[in-house]
C-alpha cells in the first residue's frame, strides 16, 4: 500500500535550535518527493522538491534530503525561528500518475 | 497572477444545508485538486479534474458529494445535505498539467455545520 508516514508528530524545540523531521514512504514506484510548510488556518506551500535521483536540496535554512533507496527523506532546520512554528508535510508522488500522497505532517512548535 | 483563489475562506451551514465551495486556480493552470482536512489529521484526496473532466474521484464520498470545472469559471465542490462530519477544511490546489510541476495550494475554506 503507497503511504507516507513522518516522525516525530509534534515537536517543541527552543529558537535558534536546529531539528530534523523524518519522512519514510513506501510509494513506489516514485516520482518526487516534496515538502510543504503549512501555517495554522492557511494552505500548504512548497519548500522542497527532489526527484528520484536528487540527495539534497536547499531553500535557505531548510535542507532536505532524499535516500530512494531505503525510501527515507528528511528535512532539516537549520537556526530555528519563532516562524518557523508550522506544520511540515512530506507529499510523495506516485509515479506516473497525477495522485499526490500526504503524511500526516510534523507540528513544529519554536518556543522563545 | 495571483495565486489559487478559493472562496469563501469560512463557510457555516446548518445539518442539512448544501454548501458550494469556489476554486479559481492560477492563471495557466487547467489541473484542479481538492483536498480535506479534517481537525488536527492531514490532507486527504478528494477529487482530481481538468476543465470539463473528472479524472479521479476515488476520494470523494459516493454520496453527497460531487465536483465539477467547467469550461469557464471556477471549480465547484458542492456537499448535498450536510452533516457535522463534514466540517473541515478544503483545500484546493491547482498545476498546469501532469508533469513535475508545481501544485500551488489555495488558503482553503473552513466549513462549519451547525
Known amino acids: 500500500k503507497n503511504q507516507v508516514e513522518q516522525s516525530p508528530q509534534s515537536l517543541i524545540i527552543l529558537e535558534g535550535k536546529n531539528c530534523t523531521l523524518q519522512c519514510n514512504y513506501t510509494v513506489s514506484p516514485f516520482s518526487n518527493l516534496r515538502w510543504y510548510k503549512q501555517d495554522t488556518g492557511r494552505g500548504p506551500v512548497s519548500l522542497t522538491i527532489?526527484?528520484?535521483?536528487?540527495n539534497t536540496k536547499s531553500n535557505g535554512r531548510y535542507t532536505a534530503t532524499l535516500d530512494a533507496d531505503t525510501k527515507q527523506s528528511s528535512l532539516h532546520i537549520t537556526a530555528s525561528q519563532l516562524s518557523d512554528s508550522a506544520s511540515y508535510i512530506c507529499?510523495?508522488?506516485?509515479?506516473?500518475?497525477?495522485?499526490?500522497?500526504f503524511g500526516t505532517g510534523t507540528r513544529l512548535k519554536v518556543l522563545a | 497572477n495571483a495565486g489559487v483563489m478559493q472562496n469563501p475562506r469560512h463557510l457555516v451551514r446548518r445539518r442539512g444545508q448544501e454548501a458550494r465551495l469556489r476554486c479559481s486556480p492560477m492563471?495557466?493552470?487547467?489541473?484542479v485538486y481538492w483536498y480535506r482536512q479534517l481537525p488536527e489529521e492531514g490532507l486527504k484526496f478528494m477529487v482530481y479534474l481538468q476543465k470539463e473532466n473528472i479524472i479521479d474521484e476515488s476520494g470523494m464520498p459516493k454520496e453527497r458529494f460531487s465536483a465539477e470545472f467547467p469550461k469557464e469559471g471556477p471549480s465547484i465542490l458542492r456537499i448535498q445535505q450536510v452533516v457535522r462530519g463534514d466540517s473541515a477544511a478544503y483545500f484546493c490546489?491547482?498545476?498546469?498539467?501532469?508533469?513535475?510541476?508545481?501544485?500551488?495550494f489555495g488558503q482553503g475554506t473552513r466549513l462549519t455545520v451547525v
Open positions: 490546489a491547482s498545476s498546469p498539467g501532469q508533469g513535475e510541476a508545481e501544485a500551488f
Open positions: 527532489m526527484t528520484f535521483s536528487e
Open positions: 492563471k495557466g493552470h487547467s489541473h
Open positions: 507529499v510523495v508522488r506516485h509515479s506516473g500518475t497525477y495522485k499526490y500522497i
